[in-house]
């Protein structure tokens, strides 16, 4: 599994050096394939080939994340060092990270990554990268631990995240009450924005912030969530 994981860490990597590998490896095995099944037709997959590879810079890393985090170890890890590119990536510089891995038998590994290359679980269309200095989650294959997929809803400053997303629509709901106290709807979405964050963010939210919620929640005529 080490080195799949070595693999999966190359393509993630380096997917501009890796996108001839794609069709040179679809070419391979179409020709075993036409030698063992006497048909040149399985040339043609050489196509898919040159699709696969021409897509790889784009989510060569969310592959590697998946695959890290069906095979892969909990660890946890720093970054250490974060330094400014001269590359951009959506008018926005690309950064390059140094990090250290302790892995669950206490060894400490180091890594790098940068803004194009990281391996962020779950995918999603944000760049999420912990901030330099503090812990966080990751998993890894034992026998290549540099390759790490970064645990976002695992992590801190990922929970941290989720919980101020989660609060917009809240204080945009009570923002339109305040604004229209009358209003029979805008008192239900309020209503219905405190339960369902309360729900979701029962056991991880700050108590004070928490202990808010419910009292506005009880004002407005229901008991306070648990």
Known sequence: MGAVSAAFYFLSQHPFLALPLYPLAALAIGGLLARITGWSGWFCLGIPGLVLGAMSPFFGSAVNAIFLNAAGTTGSAVIVHSEETSSTLNDS???????????????DVET????????????????????????FMVK???????????????????????IAEDREPVETAAA???AAPDNARFRD??????TVFIAAHGKDADPTLLAEYRAKLAALGNAPAR
Do not use: H
């Open 189 to 194: 979405t309020y209503r219905d924005a405190l």
């Open 112 to 135: 790098s990554f940068d803004t194009m290359s990281a391996s962020i679980y779950p995918w999603r269309n944000q760049i999420l990268i912990p901030p330099e200095g503090e812990r």
């Open 93 to 107: 510089a690309i950064w390059y990270y140094e990090a250290v891995v302790r892995t669950a038998d206490g060894r």
């Open 140 to 162: 890894y294959v034992p026998g290549f631990p540099r390759n790490i997929a970064i645990m976002v809803d695992q992590s801190p400053y990922g929970r941290k995240r989720r």
């Open 176 to 178: 339109k009450l305040a």
